[in-house]
T-cell receptor
Framework: DAKTTQPPSMDCAEGRAANLPCNHSTISGNEYVYWYRQIHSQGPQYIIHGLKNNETNEMASLIITEDRKSSTLILPHATLRDTAVYYC??????????????FGDGTTLTVKP | DSGVTQTPKHLITATGQRVTLRCSPRSGDLSVYWYQQSLDQGLQFLIQ???????AKGNILERFSAQQFPDLHSELNLSSLELGDSALYFC???????????FGEGSRLTVL
């Protein structure tokens, strides 16, 4: 699986958009980009995933660059409850998807009042 | 609630001992994954089972073993425990090809 690089920490004001970047320059053509988050020491929670096109769901939007070497997770209106570690990982969907990947260190997002 | 159940939530034991962690996946999910999360490390993939068979192995120590039973629940066995085995152990399951993993709340193991 391709490796990802994320900033170790970011701050965001409550109510503002949080934009979390991820670099995955070695991603292969059939690998998806997944985002998960972990609040305190709870089990990680799936957020969103995508292949080429931008994706949006009730939690977030995922913007993938045309060359697929980087992506940005957008939380449109961050709340204090969005404070968490956000993981960007890449992997295949068939068989063993992102599950085989080590989640890495992720980005610690702190939403401030 | 992800639908994945892990027991026990907390476990304190001594070095050299053996423990078993249990995971019940979401109803119908055939794949179960085990992860270890130590204080100074991220989530490390240990092992995956699919419908009772081992499918993939990660950084799992020889002292650790796992299995998945016919009813699809899984157990992670940790033996000859060392202080460094103290960690959160997560189980995750999936039943689709979409890549979405559903994680349990973890079992916190403390080895004294």
């Amino acid at each position: 699986d391709a490796k990802t690089t994320q900033p170790p920490s970011m701050d965001c004001a409550e109510g503002r958009a949080a934009n979390l970047p991820c670099n995955h320059s070695t991603i292969s053509g059939n690998e998806y980009v997944y985002w998960y988050r972990q609040i305190h020491s709870q089990g990680p929670q799936y957020i969103i995933h995508g292949l080429k096109n931008n994706e949006t769901n009730e939690m977030a939007s995922l913007i993938i660059t045309e060359d697929r070497k980087s992506s940005t997770l957008i939380l449109p209106h961050a709340t204090l409850r969005d404070t968490a570690v956000y993981y960007c990982i890449v992997g295949l969907t068939i068989g063993a998807p992102a599950g085989k990947s080590t989640f890495g260190d992720g980005t610690t997002l702190t939403v401030k009042p | 609630d992800s639908g994945v159940t892990q027991t026990p939530k907390h476990l304190i034991t001594a070095t050299g001992q053996r423990v078993t962690l249990r995971c019940s996946p979401r109803s119908g999910d055939l794949s179960v994954y085990w992860y270890q999360q130590s204080l100074d490390q991220g989530l490390q993939f240990l092992i995956q089972y699919y419908n009772g068979e081992e499918r993939a192995k990660g950084n799992i120590l020889e002292r650790f073993s796992a299995q998945q039973f016919p009813d699809l629940h899984s157990e992670l066995n940790l033996s000859s425990l060392e202080l460094g085995d103290s960690a959160l152990y997560f189980c995750a399951s999936t039943g689709s090809n979409t890549g979405e993993l559903f994680f349990g709340e973890g079992s916190r193991l403390t080895v004294l």
